[in-house]
């Protein structure tokens, strides 16, 4: 992890530099310099890191180069905050004259620079003479492989020992087995198993093999891991299939080897099991020697990437794996707390048996935790108090064997790249089991700087593919409820949750706290919260910290103050924050308070700044000179007015607001806006609204019928929008301009202003929408005909009010793409699925169609319909579904 923080900051000084070149002017060589060096630290980092597991002097030298790269951040944020105060002082220069003229700097302040820089050059020069002392060199993988060979070792201990009871898999074994022994598929393909570390990949893979290897001349068992060779691994794959020895295989050339295996596995029908392949590249290595004779030859793979899937068959859908029941959880650690028991309810009395269940719904359902708390409970043998102390405090750090886990699961960690690894630790500050919005992970992430700026890209979408990739590693889980009420604001995509496994929460905070990244503490079970490391820069606190705020004192060098499930009557204050003056990112959601100070503007490093549902009734106009602010969410406060000021920060990215509250922009300088919500129409939209060239996100509320003109004129000059309207009167630009063509997500509430003749086929509606939702828009009978033809609409919620027909027909291949549908109006009497038509649907809700008399026609024909909801129905059509009446 050293290496990603030296990473990090190199960026950020380099940041600086390019940023904030008018402050930075008169130190500019000397903060090269440090940038230089800090980067040459880097390549040593790696070896480094690995050799600190065991070694004390290395950890302590790893701990010096993250200490100095900290260090050199703090200095250079220093300098620009008094460099950008003094300007603020000067007098008699105009504003154009101060942003485009390098001031030289107080001299003292300059002078004291060049010290400090001085005293880091010379613990530069300490740490690098530190560093041959200790014999860090350059990339020695040897120590490397040791440390992952004993992760593997262990790993292959705990495939052992697991391998004997499969525990909640048996509808993937089958569809697995399925797979392999199908005789109808004659041509060779591909399956395979996808998770997360521990979730029994290998377990499934194994019963499988054994299960099915006497069908095929050939059957291979292949361990890929992390670290491996081309020629390793084709040296095993002949092993196996020729018997050659190893020393006659380790004389062969990788060309003699590749001629070899062809020889033998051409026209055979085999059976390759490639175990925890990390890297698409295995497939490339090893698919030329896997010949296709369509004689139903087959590959398995399991991987903790579903991009490693992909690689190898595109067509055939992964076995993800899933986190095991309650039920199946006990079931899997009582047999590892009584191996060799045939009857367990005889040793395992009914208090036993409770704080069991107990300990095992802590491990979250993971077979790897199952296993290795039930082999630590078989040592102990049924005491109830023995249990019992365990159940209250499983900390895995403070085991032998709990440390192993983590270890195995550190290995996903360990794969991932300098500025995944940063986003991942992000995790450690939530709490235990906490779904954070998608939305709000990825504007901390980009607020934190974590995100880089990729060709074509914004910075948002960057940040998506970093999760996506998170996810696709099967290291973050996305949480996201098919179902919602009509009558609320819902777009599947922005009501996207997010968590990690429990384990892996316990790895980030342990790892965070290792490496520095950040500390949290839980207020006021955290016994060490009161001392507080003068080191630290990210801070998250959970529960009352309202009180630990006031006696503690906190590092000026805290960079993010978050905090979490605060609860607590009436109204604090944090007086802390305004002398914090190097914070980048503050987090409050939900915390009493009622009174931001005005200090605050003088935070000019602030990044991100979150107050939703908090108490505050204004914000402070020393808000607008916060030049670098980027996210500013006060959502749901009692804010009714904004300073002017807020809306001339030119680096505002996301800005989400009160209903009801009017942007006061008179100038246009938010040209860096991407959202904006959830504000109030009003004169900016004729003014300013059509200038927001990088908004992508928009909601609108209060439209009125004289808003509608600019509405029109504004709306088509913006790209790449996701609408929001809410009003007494909707424009009809959305269905008459060809500029929102690439609108994706549409949803309105109020009457819509429609063309009068609206053809059919969805001309009149933007054609790439992949989300739609209308509420009171009084959409008359020609509102399906006008919407089944839109070709990527994904999501459909039609709620009351907003279609006035008696009738839905969807025709013949209509809606090709729904997937979600949502119906909720009074009026509707009969709903028809013509023949092909919603062939991908999965799921239905419909509620409030009291005339509806009977599920609608056709429904039955829908192969991919997996859930079906009715609420507040027709009594007697209730009736008939539960006595199975309806077809």
Same mark, same amino acid.
């Given at each position: 992890?050293?290496?990603?923080?030296?990473?990090?900051?190199?960026?950020?000084?380099?940041?600086?530099?390019?940023?904030?070149?008018?402050?930075?002017?008169?130190?500019?060589?000397?903060?090269?310099?440090?940038?230089?060096?800090?980067?040459?630290?880097?390549?040593?980092?790696?070896?480094?890191?690995?050799?600190?597991?065991?070694? /004390?002097?290395?950890?302590?030298?790893?701990?010096?180069?993250?200490?100095?790269?900290?260090?050199?951040?703090?200095?250079?944020?220093? $300098?620009?905050?008094?460099?950008?105060?003094?300007?603020?002082?000067?007098?008699?220069?105009?504003?154009?004259?101060?942003?485009?003229?390098?001031?030289?700097?107080?001299?003292?302040?300059?002078?004291? %620079?060049?010290?400090?820089?001085?005293?880091?050059?010379?613990?530069?020069?300490?740490?690098?003479?530190?560093?041959?002392?200790?014999?860090? #060199?350059?990339?020695?993988?040897?120590?490397?492989?040791?440390?992952?060979?004993? &992760?593997?070792?262990?790993?292959?201990?705990?495939? #052992?020992?697991?391998?004997?009871?499969?525990?909640?898999?048996?509808?993937?074994?089958?569809?697995?087995?399925?797979?392999?022994?199908? /005789?109808?598929?004659?041509?060779?393909?591909?399956?395979?198993?996808?998770?997360?570390? !521990?979730?029994?990949?290998?377990?499934?893979?194994?019963?499988?093999?054994?299960?099915?290897?006497?069908? %095929?001349?050939?059957?291979?068992?292949?361990?890929?891991?992390?670290?491996?060779?081309?020629?390793?691994?084709?040296?095993?794959?002949?092993? #196996?299939?020729?018997?050659?020895?190893?020393?006659?295989?380790?004389?062969?050339?990788?060309?003699?080897?590749? /001629?070899?295996?062809?020889?033998?596995?051409?026209?055979?029908?085999?059976?390759?099991?490639?175990?925890?392949?990390?890297?698409?590249?295995?497939?490339?290595?090893?698919?030329? =020697?896997?010949?296709?004779?369509?004689?139903?030859?087959?590959?398995?793979?399991?991987?903790?990437?579903?991009?490693?899937?992909?690689?190898?068959?595109?067509?055939?859908?992964?076995?993800?794996?899933?986190?095991?029941?309650?039920?199946?959880?006990?079931?899997?650690?009582?047999?590892?707390? $009584?191996?060799?028991?045939?009857?367990?309810?005889?040793?395992?009395?009914? #208090?036993?048996?409770? &704080? !069991?269940?107990?300990?095992?719904?802590?491990?979250? !359902?993971?077979?790897?935790?199952?296993?290795?708390?039930?082999?630590?409970?078989?040592?102990?043998?049924?005491?109830?108090?023995?249990?019992?102390?365990?159940?209250?405090?499983?900390?895995?750090?403070?085991?032998?064997?709990?440390?192993?886990?983590?270890?195995?699961?550190?290995?996903?960690?360990?794969?991932?790249?300098?500025?995944?690894?940063?986003?991942?630790?992000?995790?450690?500050?939530?709490?235990?089991?906490?779904?954070?919005?998608?939305?709000?992970?990825?504007?901390?992430?980009?607020?934190?700087?974590?995100?880089?700026?990729?060709?074509?890209?914004?910075?948002? /979408?960057?940040?998506?593919?970093?999760?996506?990739?998170?996810?696709?590693?099967?290291?973050?889980?996305?949480?996201?409820?098919?179902?919602?009420?009509?009558?609320?604001?819902?777009?599947?995509?922005?009501?996207?949750?997010?968590?990690?496994?429990?384990?892996?929460?316990? $790895?980030?905070?342990?790892?965070?706290?290792? &490496?520095?990244?950040?500390?949290?503490?839980?207020?006021?079970?955290?016994?060490?919260?009161?001392?507080?490391?003068?080191?630290?820069?990210?801070?998250?606190?959970?529960?009352?910290?309202?009180?630990?705020?006031?006696?503690?004192? %906190?590092?000026?060098?805290?960079?993010?103050?978050?905090?979490?499930?605060?609860?607590?009557?009436?109204?604090?204050?944090?007086?802390?924050?305004?002398?914090?003056?190097?914070?980048?990112?503050?987090?409050?959601?939900?915390?009493?308070?009622?009174?931001?100070?005005?200090?605050?503007?003088?935070?000019?490093?602030?990044?991100?700044?979150?107050?939703?549902?908090?108490?505050?009734?204004?914000?402070?106009?020393?808000?607008?000179?916060?030049?670098?602010?980027?996210?500013?969410?006060?959502?749901?406060?009692?804010?009714?007015?904004?300073?002017?000021?807020?809306?001339?920060?030119?680096?505002?990215?996301?800005?989400?607001?009160?209903?009801?509250?009017?942007?006061?922009?008179?100038?246009?300088?938010?040209?860096?806006?991407?959202?904006?919500?959830?504000?109030?129409?009003?004169?900016?939209?004729?003014?300013?609204?059509?200038?927001?060239?990088?908004?992508?996100?928009?909601?609108?509320?209060?439209?009125?019928?004289?808003?509608?003109?600019?509405?029109?004129?504004?709306?088509?000059?913006?790209?790449?929008?996701?609408?929001?309207?809410?009003?007494?009167?909707?424009?009809?630009?959305?269905?008459?301009?060809?500029?929102?063509?690439?609108?994706?997500?549409?949803?309105?509430?109020?009457? &819509?202003?429609?063309?009068?003749?609206?053809?059919?086929?969805?001309? =009149?509606?933007?054609?790439?929408?992949?989300?739609?939702?209308?509420?009171?828009?009084?959409?008359?009978?020609?509102?399906?005909?006008?919407?089944?033809?839109?070709?990527?609409?994904?999501?459909?919620?039609?709620?009351?009010?907003?279609?006035?027909?008696?009738?839905?027909?969807?025709?013949? !291949?209509? $809606?090709?793409?729904?997937?979600?549908?949502?119906?909720?109006?009074?009026?509707?009497?009969?709903?028809?699925?013509?023949?092909?038509?919603?062939?991908?649907?999965?799921?239905?809700?419909?509620?409030?169609?009291?005339?509806?008399?009977?599920?609608?026609?056709? %429904?039955?024909?829908?192969?991919?319909?997996?859930?079906?909801?009715?609420?507040?129905?027709?009594?007697?059509?209730?009736?008939?579904?539960?006595?199975?009446?309806?077809?």
């Amino acid at each position: 992890m050293a290496e990603a923080v030296l990473s990090y900051v190199v960026k950020r000084v380099g940041d600086f530099l390019i940023d904030e070149a008018v402050f930075l002017y008169e130190v500019k060589d000397q903060v090269e310099w440090v940038k230089d060096e800090l980067r040459a630290m880097e390549c040593f980092l790696k070896d480094a890191d690995a050799r600190s597991k065991g070694d /004390e002097r290395v950890k302590n030298w790893v701990r010096d180069v993250r200490e100095i790269a900290n260090r050199a951040e703090d200095l250079v944020d220093c $300098f620009v905050l008094h460099a950008q105060r003094r300007r603020r002082r000067r007098k008699g220069f105009t504003r154009i004259t101060v942003c485009c003229l390098p001031f030289p700097c107080n001299l003292v302040v300059v002078h004291q %620079f060049g010290k400090e820089v001085e005293t880091i050059k010379a613990k530069i020069h300490e740490i690098n003479e530190r560093r041959n002392t200790y014999g860090i #060199q350059n990339l020695d993988t040897e120590v490397r492989r040791q440390a992952d060979e004993t &992760v593997r070792e262990w790993r292959r201990v705990v495939l #052992q020992a697991a391998d004997a009871d499969l525990v909640g898999m048996g509808e993937e074994k089958n569809r697995i087995l399925s797979h392999l022994l199908d /005789e109808s598929r004659k041509k060779r393909s591909v399956i395979s198993i996808v998770g997360m570390g !521990g979730l029994g990949k290998t377990t499934l893979a194994k019963r499988v093999f054994n299960q099915t290897r006497n069908n %095929f001349s050939h059957s291979v068992w292949i361990v890929v891991s992390q670290k491996y060779s081309a020629e390793d691994l084709l040296r095993e794959f002949l092993r #196996q299939v020729t018997g050659l020895a190893v020393k006659e295989l380790e004389q062969m050339t990788r060309a003699e080897c590749e /001629e070899k295996l062809n020889q033998n596995i051409q026209g055979k029908k085999y059976l390759i099991v490639m175990d925890d392949v990390w890297d698409k590249d295995v497939w490339r290595i090893l698919s030329p =020697h896997l010949p296709d004779a369509e004689n139903g030859s087959r590959v398995l793979i399991t991987t903790r990437d579903v991009d490693v899937a992909r690689a190898a068959d595109s067509t055939t859908p992964p076995c993800d794996l899933r986190f095991l029941t309650e039920e199946e959880s006990w079931e899997l650690l009582s047999k590892k707390a $009584f191996p060799n028991q045939e009857d367990i309810e005889a040793v395992c009395s009914e #208090q036993l048996r409770e &704080v !069991g269940k107990q300990i095992a719904r802590k491990c979250g !359902g993971l077979p790897l935790a199952l296993v290795v708390i039930g082999g630590l409970l078989s040592m102990k043998g049924p005491s109830l108090g023995e249990w019992r102390r365990l159940a209250k405090a499983i900390i895995w750090e403070n085991s032998e064997e709990g440390r192993r886990c983590l270890d195995i699961l550190a290995l996903s960690y360990a794969d991932l790249p300098h500025h995944l690894k940063w986003c991942f630790l992000y995790f450690s500050s939530f709490p235990e089991d906490f779904e954070i919005l998608v939305e709000k992970l990825i504007r901390l992430w980009i607020a934190e700087g974590f995100v880089k700026h990729r060709a074509g890209e914004t910075l948002e /979408e960057s940040a998506e593919g970093y999760l996506e990739e998170l996810v696709r590693r099967c290291m973050v889980i996305v949480v996201q409820d098919e179902y919602a009420n009509p009558m609320n604001r819902y777009i599947p995509k922005s009501s996207q949750r997010c968590r990690i496994h429990d384990l892996l929460h316990d $790895f980030t905070v342990a790892e965070a706290k290792e &490496v520095g990244f950040l500390v949290c503490h839980r207020i006021p079970d955290d016994q060490d919260a009161s001392r507080l490391d003068s080191s630290v820069r990210r801070l998250s606190l959970y529960g009352g910290a309202q009180d630990y705020v006031s006696h503690v004192k %906190f590092s000026t060098r805290l960079r993010t103050f978050l905090l979490f499930n605060s609860h607590r009557r009436g109204v604090i204050s944090f007086p802390i924050i305004p002398t914090l003056k190097l914070l980048r990112v503050i987090d409050l959601e939900r915390a009493p308070l009622a009174v931001l100070p005005e200090q605050i503007g003088d935070l000019v490093h602030l990044r991100f700044l979150g107050l939703k549902r908090t108490k505050i009734m204004s914000l402070p106009s020393s808000v607008g000179k916060l030049r670098h602010l980027q996210f500013l969410d006060v959502l749901w406060t009692d804010i009714k007015t904004m300073p002017s000021p807020v809306w001339k920060i030119e680096a505002l990215r996301h800005v989400l607001v009160p209903p009801g509250v009017e942007p006061e922009m008179v100038d246009v300088c938010l040209r860096n806006l991407q959202v904006l919500k959830v504000v109030r129409a009003g004169s900016w939209i004729d003014s300013c609204l059509g200038s927001l060239t990088s908004l992508r996100e928009l909601e609108l509320t209060d439209i009125k019928d004289c808003h509608v003109d600019a509405l029109s004129s504004s709306l088509p000059k913006l790209s790449g929008l996701k609408l929001f309207l809410e009003g007494m009167s909707i424009p009809d630009c959305l269905w008459t301009s060809t500029s929102f063509s690439s609108l994706e997500v549409l949803w309105l509430s109020g009457p &819509v202003r429609r063309p009068q003749q609206p053809s059919s086929g969805g001309d =009149h509606w933007p054609p790439n929408l992949t989300e739609l939702i209308l509420l009171n828009t009084r959409l008359d009978g020609d509102l399906i005909a006008a919407l089944v033809n839109l070709p990527e609409l994904s999501y459909l919620c039609i709620g009351d009010g907003a279609y006035t027909g008696k009738e839905m027909i969807c025709s013949r !291949g209509g $809606f090709p793409q729904l997937q979600f549908l949502l119906l909720s109006m009074n009026e509707l009497e009969r709903s028809v699925a013509e023949a092909r038509a919603m062939s991908r649907l999965r799921s239905v809700r419909i509620s409030n169609c009291r005339k509806l008399a009977m599920v609608p026609e056709g %429904f039955q024909h829908l192969t991919a319909l997996k859930d079906l909801t009715l609420f507040r129905m027709q009594p007697k059509l209730c009736s008939k579904i539960r006595k199975e009446e309806e077809d």
